[in-house]
């Protein structure tokens, strides 16, 4: 049987506002983090960060959103997913919205910041970059943000190997870190690329929860079943004396100032 997800299929026409949405719990338990020097960069010289304001795009269940809010800016986390808004912890600084990528509903120049934290690959681009220009203030800065699996690493190379089989080969796997449509706008030049390594510590609990995060994985039957087997095997041929192993990551900051 041939493979349904072709690879010149844009992402942005498959389903992404709603195929979150039996993930959103395992999306807020199990999902990595960002690196402290990944924020440092975003938010370097833009000045009194208690008084920036910031839109995080594709926001999920806050992750990246609460990091935001732990250096003291007021982010907007647009989102337009329900279960995703609903399964997030609360903070202070954080004001979940409805809203998608392409049509925010923020008003005109009202940000100082746009971010998209492993969520630009699901949204259709040029709209998208006409919007954030949009909403961003005249001195905006855009930052577009991937954890991207370090297949240099043994084991984080095995398990997207996993995944990857499990997935029948989806498209997603390969178009992870398409920065191409922000390289390529005339409405953002300048764009700069920093780089940084996350190391994400997991138990088999944890690892299988990872997992059962990615929207394109199934959630039953036999390749579901085979994953979690061959997950258990990996694993136990993996971990460290204290029942860990690690996913390792290149987070990719790419940063671009409105133009």
């Not at 409805?98 to 940000?111: H, R, W, Y």
């Not at 949009?134 to 095995?158: H, M, Y």
């Not at 990615?214 to 204290?242: F, T």
Request: glycine content about 6%; charged content about 20%.
């Amino acid at each position: 049987m041939g493979n349904s997800n072709s690879k010149d299929t844009p992402l942005h026409t498959m389903n992404p506002l709603s195929r979150f949405s039996n993930r959103a719990e395992d999306y807020a338990k199990y999902r990595p983090n960002y690196p402290d020097a990944a924020i440092d960069i975003i938010l370097k010289g833009l000045g009194n960060l208690s008084q920036l304001v910031a839109a995080d795009i594709g926001a999920g269940t806050g992750i990246s959103s609460r990091l935001l809010a732990q250096r003291g800016v007021n982010a907007s986390a647009i989102e337009p997913n329900i279960a995703m808004r609903e399964a997030a912890s609360p903070h202070s600084l954080v004001e979940f919205r409805d809203g998608t990528a392409e049509a925010t509903n923020l008003p005109d120049a009202s940000v100082d910041l746009v971010t998209c934290f492993q969520s630009f690959h699901w949204f259709n681009p040029k709209p998208t970059l006409l919007e954030f220009r949009r909403i961003l203030r005249p001195s905006g800065r855009l930052a577009v943000v991937w954890n991207d699996r370090d297949q240099k690493d043994e084991f984080t190379a095995n398990y997207s190997r996993l995944v990857e089989i499990a997935s029948n080969h989806h498209p997603a796997e390969k178009r992870m870190v398409s920065a191409t449509p922000l390289l390529t706008s005339p409405h953002f030049p300048d764009v700069r690329c920093h780089t940084f390594e996350y190391r994400q510590q997991l138990d088999l609990e944890r690892l299988i929860g990872r997992v059962n995060s990615v929207s394109y994985i199934p959630k039953e039957g036999s390749a579901y079943q085979q994953l979690v087997v061959d997950l258990q095997e990996l694993y136990a041929s993996a971990c460290n004396e204290r029942g860990d192993v690690y996913l390792v990551y290149r987070t990719n900051v790419y940063l671009a100032n409105n133009g």
